[in-house]
């Protein structure tokens, strides 16, 4: 019990400091900024950044995607929530990529993301990113810097740990945050069963070489705890991922005392080769879920939905030579392995040290046995024969690491708000900047890789207090970029960012913008409802159900002029842009509409669904700027009541005998 509250002092100790850190200015604020910062961030008027870097969007759901090192914000991603400004979620062709077990879901929470890579290295395919709140893993394809894949995670609540991916994006994997009770067991049981009923799984993610496609492979089922970071191994611990765990105490009530009892946690050490094993000579329990897997074909333009009803199973305490728990210092957060695959870096939020693990050290310790217990049937190694050294006094709240490939790991430092440079052979700071304010999670290019390209490194920070002009009681939270390229690092630029950015990736962008698609091609799509040209447009009834055929050209739709809608129709409108040029994208919205717009690229087809609530006039329009004429650009569609006799017409550029006597007389 003493032990208990003097822990607990510490921990309020250190909060008490956050809070007091907060509350007043880093001394060297105003000049933290050295004269020819500005040059160094300039990119000129017309000219391309030299990197790509995509940032989660926090609980906005999204992506988003700067030039560095300008800061120039050049997309959001839709991912996991709604976005009316593309339609996505909102038209008929992408409203199943939000589709989960529990229905439609239009947000979620995006913390992490990593670029597929090949041998080690950023190869620019794919981004892969995580849903927190209601688990999913999406693959984004940085052909389109589409949203082209969602699959949804069963035995998982809370999905934090997550994805991340092995060398060759062989898997993407994802830990859980919360511990629950297996899908396929009554999960209706007493909150405090936590220890005997919760279960902590990982699931492993397969990614098909040439498409990308997502599919589980199997999953680890792992004691009751909070899985919150994890990595992969690289080269020498090229099979291994390693994970950081908190809540060892498996508390279940006032977490922020509850799990902060024990001195250390674990890093959870995974040999996936042997899981694999273990998969490939049948081991594993076949167990009945429920899980969702959205697909979005780009030549139809169009997601399905599927649900799945099994996933493989390897029980980690049966199955011994998986799963080796590594002591931490204390409630770690980032779990960061450096380039070379030989040293992992564990962050305890908590900790005032960063504990170093050496992959070698770690091999002998298991293979020697060389353990100080269990934990739930998973092998304890003892920390020192793990540990290969630690940093001492790095600063306060350490949560993430990154590397530079020249020796020399990044660790952002939140309570004490700064960004600690430090030499992993000796663990010996060598620099220290202030950050403004509260550093999560940083990122160098390729500074998860085995192949960093150290230029840039930027800092994702969660307050930013005194930094904007303030914009109400919600404050912008901002990016700050460093040059790392010399001894000390050196502050260049600070941007705001969309949500709340957590983990970022960039690459160079030659990686990406050669294979970058232009437009599609509009005799390859293949939606059901496209209209290749004018002369294909219709407007077609069945029942109540109207489908119109409509296309989008500058500066016209046709048809423009619609009537014989009647009340309690279900409409659909299918537009297709016929443009076959870069950059000539056409929008489409209609007075009343409970959806967004649509905006439909180049040789695209993309449906809005409308059911008129009320008999009259609606125009619709073109909402993107395409020509000078875009203003001209619109047409209107004629509602009639529901018992009117009102034919079925549609033309453009002409005007039809009257269609019956409703005209209005005046
Ligand atoms: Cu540190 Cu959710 Cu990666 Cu944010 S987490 S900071
Ligand atoms: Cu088409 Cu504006």
Same mark, same amino acid.
């Given at each position: ?16 400091? /956050? ?17 020819? $910062? ?21 609980? %906005? ?72 709140? &209601? ?22 609540? =809370? ?25 396929? !067991? ?19 993610? %397969? !990614?098909?070489?040439?498409?990308? /496609? ?87 333009? #169009? ?33 960061? !392995?450096?380039? &070379? ?5 564990? %962050?305890?939020?908590? $900790? ?14 298991? #293979? ?42 990044? &660790? ?122 004018? #002369? ?79 008999? =009259? ?10 020509? /000078? ?38």
């Amino acid at each position: 019990m003493k032990n208990f509250k003097s822990k607990l002092m510490v921990a309020i100790g250190i909060c008490a400091l /956050a809070f007091g850190f907060q509350s007043c200015k880093p001394k060297n604020a105003g000049n933290a900024v050295s004269g020819d $910062a500005a040059a160094k961030a300039y990119v000129a008027p017309g000219k391309y950044d030299g990197f790509y870097n995509f940032v989660s969007g926090g609980f %906005s759901g999204q992506m988003s995607v700067y030039g560095l090192p300008s800061g120039r914000l050049l997309r959001v991603i839709p991912v996991f929530s709604v976005d009316p400004e593309k339609g996505y979620g909102f038209s008929e062709e992408t409203k199943p990529m939000l589709n989960t077990s529990h229905g439609f879901v239009p947000w979620d929470d995006l913390h992490h993301e990593d670029l597929s890579q090949t041998n080690g290295v950023i190869d620019g395919r794919w981004i892969f990113a995580n849903a927190n709140n &209601t688990p999913r893993v999406a693959r984004v394809d940085l052909k389109t810097f589409h949203t082209a894949e969602i699959i949804e995670l069963p035995n998982s609540a =809370g999905n934090h740990s997550s994805p991340f991916i092995t060398e060759n994006t062989e898997y993407v994997v994802a830990g859980t945050r919360f511990s629950v009770p297996p899908d396929n !067991v009554n999960g209706d049981v007493p909150i405090n069963s936590y220890k005997k009923n919760f279960k902590g799984t990982i699931s492993f993610i %397969s !990614v098909d070489k040439t498409t990308g /496609a997502m599919s589980i492979a199997f999953q680890l089922r792992c004691p009751g705890v909070n899985f919150d970071l994890s990595h992969s191994g690289k080269l020498k611990s090229g099979g291994w991922f390693f994970f950081s765990c908190y809540n060892t105490e498996q508390a279940n009530t006032l977490l922020e005392v509850n799990a902060s009892q024990r001195d250390k946690d674990f890093i959870m050490a995974v040999n996936w080769k042997k899981a694999e094993e273990y998969v490939k000579a049948g081991k594993g329990e076949k167990q009945t879920v429920k899980y969702v897997h959205n697909v979005f074909n780009e030549k139809t333009h #169009s997601a399905t939905s599927e649900t799945k009803t099994e996933v493989i199973v390897l029980d980690t305490k049966t199955l011994k030579d998986i799963c080796y728990f590594i002591p931490c210092p204390k409630s770690p957060h980032g779990c960061d !392995v450096d380039p &070379t695959g030989e040293y992992i870096v564990g %962050s305890g939020k908590l $900790a005032a040290l960063i504990p170093v693990f050496s992959f070698t050290k770690l091999m002998t310790a298991i #293979s020697n046995k060389d353990y100080i217990g269990d934990y739930e049937g998973i092998p304890v190694v003892k920390y020192e024969s793990a540990l290969y050294g630690e940093v001492k006094k790095p600063g306060l709240g350490p949560l993430h690491t990154e590397f530079d490939g020249k020796g020399n790991g990044y &660790t952002t430092m939140f309570v004490s708000s700064e960004v600690v440079k430090w030499n992993i052979k000796d663990l010996k700071v060598v620099d220290r900047q202030p950050t403004f304010y509260s550093p999560g999670h940083l990122c160098i290019p390729g500074g998860d890789t085995r192949s960093p390209d150290p230029k840039y490194m930027i800092v994702y920070n969660k307050i930013t207090k005194d930094r904007y002009l303030p914009t109400g009681p919600e404050l912008a939270q901002s990016a700050q970029i460093f040059d790392i390229t010399g001894e000390k690092m050196q502050l260049i630029l600070d941007f705001p960012t969309i949500g709340e950015p957590h983990y970022a990736q960039a690459v160079a962008s030659d990686v990406i913008r050669n294979s970058s698609v232009k437009f599609y091609k509009l005799e390859e799509n293949t939606n059901p409802f496209v209209s290749k040209g004018e #002369s294909e447009t219709k407007v077609v009834r069945k029942g109540n159900r109207v489908d119109i055929y409509l296309t989008a050209i500058r500066s016209h739709f046709s048809p423009d002029n619609i009537e014989g809608i009647k009340m309690g129709d279900e409409v659909y409108w299918h537009v297709t842009n016929l443009e076959q040029d870069w950059d000539v994208p056409h929008g489409f919205a209609i007075k009343g509409a409970l959806t967004g717009e649509l905006l439909i690229m180049p040789g695209e087809t993309q449906t809005l669904k409308w059911s008129p609530e009320k008999p =009259g006039m609606y125009p619709f329009y073109c909402t993107d700027f395409c020509s /000078a004429l875009h203003q001209e650009m619109s047409g209107y569609v004629r509602v009639s009541p529901k018992e009117s006799k009102t034919a079925l017409l549609f033309s453009t550029g002409k005007n039809l005998a009257p269609n019956d006597s409703t005209i209005v007389k005046n």
